[in-house]
């Protein structure tokens, strides 16, 4: 069964430091892995994706995330985090030989950056 | 290139009414896709489609039915609505190629059901 795990419901970081958010994974198979962000009363936006190669991968708005097997994660950073990166960050993971392109999504991890 | 579109954005249903929460897509997707998005529970599955006149059950479909008669459009009905389904509703589409990683979702309805 597929599943993902946003450990942490909120991180607070202060403008300007580094910022991770937190993403494990459990699929049968190999996984693809998707990062999505929302912002109040809007629909998710697509942030970056891990397919192949790279494990470390470079997304929209300085964001990037680190595919590591072994320990079946796949964390959301940014070097500098500005205030207008607060929002809700979903993780997502789909199985490669799902020929449906299902995903499942973690519970979401919410982003506060402070001025 | 409007994307993916949902009608209506907010909705007050009483316990027992039904309603189609529409939804359209103008990429000329093949997959389409209905997730509700509960309170610090991420998004669930309700349905999905690959294709117009092919649709299947994901996680949680009891209560909902859907229908494909065209590529763009894919309608959710809730038939005899319940407080258990108060909920974001969201419709999201995928291309079926072989780039079908990204889904692109509308900006969601939000159903209250007292």
């Known amino acids: 069964a597929q599943s993902v795990a946003q450990p942490e419901d909120q991180v607070n970081v202060a403008e300007g430091n580094p910022l991770t958010v937190k993403c494990t994974y459990s699929?049968?198979?190999?996984?693809?892995l998707f990062w999505y962000v929302q912002y109040p009363n809007r629909g998710l936006q697509f942030l970056l994706k891990?397919?192949?190669?790279?494990?470390l991968v470079k997304g929209s708005y300085g964001f990037e995330a680190e595919f590591n097997k072994s320990q079946t994660s796949f964390h959301l950073k940014k070097p500098s985090a500005l205030v207008s990166d607060s929002a809700l960050y979903f993780c997502a993971v789909r199985d490669i030989r799902d020929n449906f392109n299902k995903f499942y999504f973690g519970s979401g991890t919410k982003l506060n950056v402070k001025p | 290139n409007a994307g993916v579109t949902q009608t209506p954005k907010f909705r007050i249903l009483k316990i027992g009414q039904s309603m189609t929460l529409q939804c359209t897509q103008d990429?000329?997707?093949?997959?389409m896709y209905w997730y509700r998005q509960d309170p610090g529970m991420g998004l669930k599955l309700i349905y999905y489609?690959?294709?117009?006149?092919?649709?299947d059950k994901g996680e949680v479909p009891n209560g909902y039915n859907v229908s494909r008669s065209t590529t763009e459009d894919f309608p959710l009905r809730l038939e005899l609505a319940a407080p258990s389904q108060t909920s974001v509703y969201f419709c999201a589409s995928s291309d079926s190629g072989p780039s079908r990683y990204e889904q692109y979702f509308g900006p969601g309805t939000r159903l209250t059901v007292t």
């Open positions: 489609s690959v294709g117009a006149g092919i649709t």
């Open positions: 990429m000329n997707h093949n997959y």
């Open positions: 891990y397919i192949t190669g790279d494990n």
């Open positions: 699929v049968s198979g190999n996984p693809y």
